[in-house]
């Protein structure tokens, strides 16, 4: 089964009925997404898609609160998107949103890296891009422990950072969404995940499958994620039970 981790879209521009998509999706390799997109727009689409969307609303987490989480949460949300920080991530004044993230069962997908801008360098994107590294879930972890992290596009272009924080935490994941990633070379994927031609399934073990692709439309954008994956695990050896 493959899933998604990272996708975007509303079913509210589907052109087709849910059943039919989900069987196209399903034919082309993909059998469900997590969906990360405002609140209502994940819930909509969960309504009319089933089974085949998992919603993770995103949240302004510099005025949201764990009262904001936890309804999210009643609502049927598996996680929360957190993006665009006006502080770092393992700053104190987020921590209670954590908490409540993790009292729920829950996963905190950030992003991580770099993060486009519009072409006007609108307010909205005034961010400090060292306010989203990696490293700061790692302060996350030592204040709220075993908390289920997503790290979304492997805190490109800090590839090495990402790579030591998610083998460090038990708990911690990380996935190659994005435009660029996968355009890196194949042997700089596979020296990262089997050093010396030694597979590290620890490591490899906690990569997930994500495109940040949208969906719902005619056509798919996620071909070439499933290729280079695919690649990557050939490259490495990977056995069946990490393909997973």
Not at 27 to 48: H, Q, W
Not at 88 to 117: C, N, S, W
């Amino acid at each position: 089964m493959r899933i998604d981790s990272h996708a975007h879209g509303s079913a509210a521009r589907l052109a087709e009925s849910p059943k039919r998509y989900v069987a196209r999706c399903r034919k082309e390799g993909m059998d469900g997404i997590v969906l990360i997109a405002e609140p209502e727009t994940a819930f909509a689409s969960k309504r009319k898609m089933g089974r085949f969307v998992i919603p993770v609303p995103i949240i302004e987490m510099d005025s949201a609160g764990p009262d904001e989480v936890h309804r999210l949460f009643d609502r049927g949300a598996r996680g929360i998107k957190f993006i665009r920080p006006h502080h770092p991530y393992g700053d104190e004044r987020y921590y209670p949103l954590y908490e409540a993230i993790k009292q729920r069962d829950g996963v905190a997908v950030f992003h991580t890296g770099y993060l486009m801008h519009d072409r006007d360098y609108s307010p909205k994107w005034r961010v400090k891009l060292d306010d989203m590294r990696t490293w700061h879930i790692d302060t996350i972890e030592r204040h709220v422990p075993h908390l289920r992290v997503l790290m979304s596009h492997f805190g490109n272009p800090l590839w090495e950072e990402c790579w030591k924080i998610m083998w460090a935490h038990p708990t911690v994941y990380a996935d190659l969404s994005g435009g660029t990633a996968i355009l890196r070379s194949m042997l700089f994927w596979k020296e990262m995940f089997a050093p010396n031609g030694q597979l590290m399934p620890e490591c490899l073990g906690k990569l997930c499958f994500g495109t940040d692709t949208s969906y719902f439309g005619e056509r798919h954008g996620f071909e070439p994620y499933i290729r280079f994956h695919e690649r990557l695990f050939d490259e490495v050896a990977a056995p069946p039970a990490l393909r997973e």
